[in-house]
């Protein structure tokens, strides 16, 4: 059964990637139809529109008013996305206002509503726009946090539309209705992989690339949650309604996850955190030597940032949950698991994620594989699948014990 999809663009100078969206849209096998407001037309025509997505556009509830269209567009609709929202159409939805076939349609519609906003950083943060976003919360519509970056002109600030993929990824999330049990609730996930240099051009490091923790900062917001991610060298694109604080050093990892950390609801440590660094650092690049010698590089052992926030929340502390990442083999003194278990009991941690990466497994690759288990002696299988199949499965686990 085709999913019909109705995409709003409003007018904001981010309209014209809105096209991406659609095309991510229409080649997944979704039927899509653009409803513009009128001043969105002055940035992307409706040429464009009914070329891509292969159906007639309208603006205003007079145009074609046998078809009833301000009515049949919401009623017939799986889902409608906003992108970009712009602040006088957040206004205008919050207030139930309806003068354009859009406001029409988003009265109509009882399918799941999502709003991507993009303006300057001025207008998201005044407070007359939060308490529309806070409003259309509270009716249970999705508001996606806008990204942080360049804006119109040399301004950079939070107001930029997130990445046409991410947003679909969100988008795709609320199709498969997910369930919306982290609404209300912060969670930080930490992602990626640090790095301790040795001069200023090399470093120790590892292969973690961030896309589990990245695939888990976007299942939290499409289950409600407002997400903190804590980013250690990743070159990925931001997931829509993010906020992420970069990072480089496992002591810069520390210290962001601490202060993202107070008062959050659960903290997912999925980066990949060095054990060690060098005790020196040289300012100058390290040079060959005639003579073939090779300098001697002393290491020291990092802080085990799981194990201080288990010793920060404090033995009575049931807040934040939190969960451990174990990427582990298999030795001659004991398996995967058993080497997971010894490791569960030592960090104190609610819950370990456990992957075999034996022979190169699970790193950069888009699929995974992983054991969850629970202080409580809880075990949960996940088969090979999606990140994002794992990303959920661990929310499921979080959710139980946040309950």
């Known amino acids: 059964m085709t999913t019909e999809v109705v995409l709003g663009v409003a007018g904001g100078i981010a309209s014209y990637k809105a096209a991406e969206l659609l095309r991510l849209f229409t080649e997944s096998g979704h039927s899509v139809r653009v409803v513009p407001t009128e001043s969105s037309l002055h940035f992307v025509g409706t040429s464009t529109w009914e070329a891509l997505s292969g159906k007639p556009v309208q603006v205003g509830v007079f145009e074609h008013v046998d078809e009833v269209a301000h009515v049949r567009i919401g009623r017939s609709a799986d889902l409608v996305v906003v992108a970009p929202a712009t602040a006088n159409l957040l206004a205008k939805a919050a207030h139930g206002l309806a003068d354009d076939l859009l406001t029409t349609t988003l009265l109509t519609a009882t399918c799941p509503v999502m709003f991507v906003p993009a303006m300057h950083t001025e207008m998201w943060e005044n407070a007359a726009t939060q308490a529309n976003v806070a409003t259309l919360r509270s009716r249970g519509h999705v508001v996606v946090e806008p990204a942080v970056g360049r804006l119109t002109g040399a301004d950079t600030g939070k107001g930029r539309l997130p990445d046409p993929a991410a947003i679909f990824a969100a988008a795709r999330d609320l ?21 301790e240099f040795l001069d200023p051009v090399r470093f120790l490091g590892n292969r973690s690339s961030g896309r589990q923790g990245y695939a888990l900062a976007e299942a939290a917001v499409s289950r409600g949650a407002r997400v903190t991610v804590v980013a250690a060298n990743v070159e990925l694109p931001v997931p829509a309604g993010v906020d992420v604080v970069p990072v480089v050093s496992t002591e810069e990892l520390r210290q962001q996850v601490h202060a993202a950390s107070a008062g959050a609801d659960a903290v997912v440590m999925a980066a990949a955190p060095a054990d060690f660094r060098p005790a020196e650092h040289v300012d100058a690049k390290i040079k060959k030597t005639d003579d073939g010698t090779t300098p001697e590089i002393r290491l020291v052992e990092n802080p085990d940032i799981l194990v201080e926030l288990v010793a920060a929340r404090g033995a009575a502390g049931a807040r ?34 456990v992957n075999d990466v034996s022979d190169g497994k699970v790193f950069g690759l888009d699929t995974t594989e992983a054991v969850l288990l629970g202080a409580d002696g809880t075990v949960v299988e996940v088969p090979p699948a999606s990140k994002s199949v794992l990303a959920h499965s661990i929310w499921d686990a979080v959710v139980q014990r946040l309950d």
């Open 175 to 195: 199709l498969e209705a997910r369930p919306r049990d982290l609404t209300g609730r912060h969670v930080v996930v930490s992602a990626g992989g640090t790095r």
């Open 320 to 353: 934040p949950v939190i969960v451990g990442f174990a990427a582990e083999t298999g030795d001659a003194t004991a398996t995967v698991l058993e080497h997971a278990r010894a490791k569960l009991a030592r960090k104190g941690c609610d819950l370990l994620v």
